[in-house]
């Protein structure tokens, strides 16, 4: 069987069990990495279909390679400085709690240890799990619960002005930074299935701030929108709810109120 058969058979597979469609980018990656699937197994398409259905590692190692880990510290820095001006010091000042954060669709971490840096920041003795950081790869999970190590490519320009706080809480080594467990802690880790997960069942409280910021521009109008609604449904009363810039003005959810901060726009969680 061609590759020209067998790939929209794929690709369609991957977008029914996880919302998810392949981008362009990563069609060659993902070509080659099935038909060598194929010839090691020796195994032809509806066979290796099979595979998927009742292997979960085969499973694992097929979304891992059909998926981008596209993400590097403090992405879309102004959530950050604006966590950093007025979210977190009126939870330090005012509620007189930690804030417990979700980043779904974590990929390799980054998201989640920048949220680390700045608690840290505020609450210097913090040693408990105040950030759930989930995705449905397991090779990602398992390099956040190691701490790293990540390499120049998780630094870019945007997020720079921040850079400075990983330095406060990680090691540089041959392989790249890895962050101390001090740090670590602060992070769990969780196997989530956006499109067929039950969020209330996987997450062990209600986050009173959401990131979700990797993964929609990968999902269509209607997976999109479904998963924006159950992630608000879980979302504490008044919480945030952080999407990437090209989503935002995409969001039609009866739950959430747009804000806007020095043109920093996000979302509010209502009461029912």
């Known amino acids: 069987m061609t590759g020209e058969n067998w790939y929209p058979i794929l690709t369609g597979w991957l977008s029914h069990h996880t919302g998810l469609v392949v981008s362009a980018e990563n069609e060659a990656a993902v070509r080659r990495f099935v038909n060598a699937r194929l010839a090691q197994h020796g195994v032809a398409l509806v066979d290796y279909l099979a595979l998927l259905e009742r292997d979960p590692d085969e499973r694992r190692a097929f979304i891992s390679e059909a998926t981008i880990h596209e993400t590097y510290f403090f992405r879309e820095e102004k959530y950050f400085h604006l966590l950093d001006r007025e979210i977190l010091p009126a939870f ?73 706080l990983v330095h406060t809480s990680s090691t540089s080594t041959e392989d790249g930074v890895r962050f101390d467990p001090s740090l670590s802690i602060l992070i769990q880790t969780r196997e989530i299935n956006l499109l067929r997960d039950d969020y209330q069942k996987m997450l062990p409280c209600r986050p ?60 509010r969680r209502r009461d029912q």
């Open 92 to 164: 330090h000042r005012i509620n007189h709690r930690l804030p417990v954060f979700w980043s779904a669709a974590a990929a390799t971490g980054e998201e989640a240890f920048s949220i680390a840096l700045l608690l840290r920041k505020y609450w210097p003795q913090i040693n408990s799990m105040q950030i759930i950081a989930s995705d449905i790869d397991a090779n990602s999970l398992a390099l956040i619960s190691a701490g790293g190590p990540y390499s120049r490519n998780s630094f870019r320009s945007d997020g720079s002005s921040l850079h400075s």
């Open 208 to 267: 009173d701030v959401i990131f979700l910021c990797n993964v929609l521009i990968y999902m269509d109008k209607v997976t999109r929108e479904r998963v924006i609604a159950q992630a608000a449904s879980v979302l504490a009363v008044d919480g945030y709810l952080f999407l990437s810039s090209a989503n935002t003005a995409l969001v039609n959810c009866p739950l959430l109120e747009l804000q806007n901060s020095d043109r920093c726009y996000y979302f």
